[in-house]
DNA sequence: TCGCCCCCTGGTATCGCTACCTTTTTCGGT
DNA sequence: ACCGAAAAAGGTAGCGATACCAGGGGGCGA
């Protein structure tokens, strides 16, 4: 063990401060977490003294004693993409605002992986928990349960959520925008689909409900998670001979979606005449790009917000689980 | 406080598990963190009995009493921008593979917020800190250097950094594009730069090295930080009238150049042969976008690498402060 | 066979803070 | 002026783990 770096965070600990201002430890910590029950005077010196000493309180100590982390811990597959940002964003900052930090970790698209995220971070006894997706594998669903930690689970539906669950349902995607596809007349239709389940879901949903309505999906690819503008064009280009005319095709995200808009125009192919192209997620690009791209849009930073106030109030243990659903909408540009 | 919550998370603890497998905490303890120091049939029996109660340590404690919170807290500007993300996620795959949680806390782009979240996380004892950026306020530097908590500056370099330091010097970028621009014959440039310190410093360099060639600078915008391909688009908008034939316009991100280019193109203005525009950071966009774009290529990946083992060697104190400059590449594509 | 040393294990004392309860002080109402 | 309730402050006892030191047993060299 390394004597410098041990004793050296901080050397100055709560009874330093009791001691300089005169009174004892437990009233330096309320002046810290309920500053409403000490006298204007009392509390006006034990700061002069927290300043003076450049008192940093240990909520390591502070957490063991209290059994209260005020830590979040939030596991979403990915940063890379745009599409965990707006919720990272926007839980990050809700929680923040009533005292809690939030420790993230990122899960990759495997379920083994997020299981030892899970894992990892209840060692560290956060007071909630954020997670993607709605699908745990029954090992870790026994544990959350059992634990009776405040848990949300985001971006997703599920008939039975572990705990409180604010997203939507990725194959009423998939209905939708075949339905859109098919309103504004195309006879041909293709799909492009990241393999993470819920591009599964939008994509799998959207190409049922077009056979159901008795027409061809002329192609059904299936692209890595996370997947990117080079796999969109990758995929344009594997699936370019079987485009009818008329072909509308739906991409599991607006980076897949950019993709084939781009390759389609580098071989010729008039978009959205000839090829109408929908994404998923409202990424800047879309609405930037010309042509601008037609998208599925999901308030990210609403859910991380909703996502937030719910565990929070599951937190202080007033609320039962509650089961919030945002809205989607079709944003229709330049590409269909 | 809600009791439900409160004895919830983990009744078992390590007494329980020494009482079950007929050992003493103390060996269970080893168990879990020095196995080498047990022998095999009793950590085999400790490990039944961490199985059959679902044992999960106790960081908190075990933090509190070994001083070790093995935690790294991590700051970064915003994820929103791809900028961050390479390193982040790598120096957390890094630092994770060595036992080490990483706490990612959003400065924005302010120093006052960053101040703050330096602060609050302090509280918390990481064992490392990374920071974006070598700029820190005077109270702050102190506050840190009397900590002698480890802490590695990444992104940008300082004659006097804190501690660590992985980067590369903005400064030089600029002047790199500049000479670029030149030996590519073009008379006339402008520049467009994000208002944060280190897209200040690209593009206050690059104009100042244009100058003292004696040449044009005819425009120099400062954007929002951070600034995204909208902000791209109305800066050129702003500036189309100042472009003459021939011109090189330098953007402190990719998103700006992408932006730029395609705000250009829809004004009829051909890229590269009447406008040449090199962005910054080689995102996947300016790869894969048609005309490509040209770009300057930092390895991020790279940085959060080098930054995680500096830091882990920095706390395991065997090593002195290192400053690592990290290389950086103008990749030349179809915009230029 | 004896003794030294190393391997393994156990006991004790915190780590820094807060929950809980008790004591002291303040103060309005009559 | 007194009483009782409420506000303010203090004392004590952990929270759950690990550092540190001590002790017992077995192997190996003399």
Known sequence: MNERSRAS???VKITDVAALAGVAPMTVSRVINTPDRVSAPTAARVRAAIEQLGYVPNLIAGGLSSRRSRMIAAIVPTIASPMFNAPVQSFTDAVGKAGYHV?????GYTQEHEDAQIRAV?????DGLLLTGAR???AIRKLLLESQLPVVEIWDTADEPTD????FDHREVGRAVADFFINAGHTHFAVLYASDPRG???GQAFAEHIRSRGLPVVAEKMLPAPSNIADGRNALKDIADKLAPRTAVFCSSDLVAYGAMTEARLRGIDVPRQLAICGFGDFELSAQSHPSGTTVRVDGAEIGRVAAEA???????????????VPFEIIVRQST
């Not at 209840?122 to 956060?126: H, I, K, Q, T």
């Not at 409180?164 to 997203?167: A, K, M, N, S, Y």
């Not at 929070?312 to 919030?324: C, K, N, Q």
Request: aromatic content about 0%; hydrophobic content about 55%; cysteine-free.
């Open 311 to 325: 565990l929070l109030a599951r937190i202080v243990g007033t609320d039962e689980a509650a089961r919030v659903m």
């Open 200 to 202: 599964v879901g939008r």
């Open 103 to 107: 420790m993230l970790a990122l899960s």
């Open 164 to 167: 409180v669950l604010v997203g």
């Open 136 to 138: 745990r594998s029954p």
């Open 9 to 11: 965070v901080a050397p």
């Open 122 to 126: 209840l060692a560290r006894r956060p």
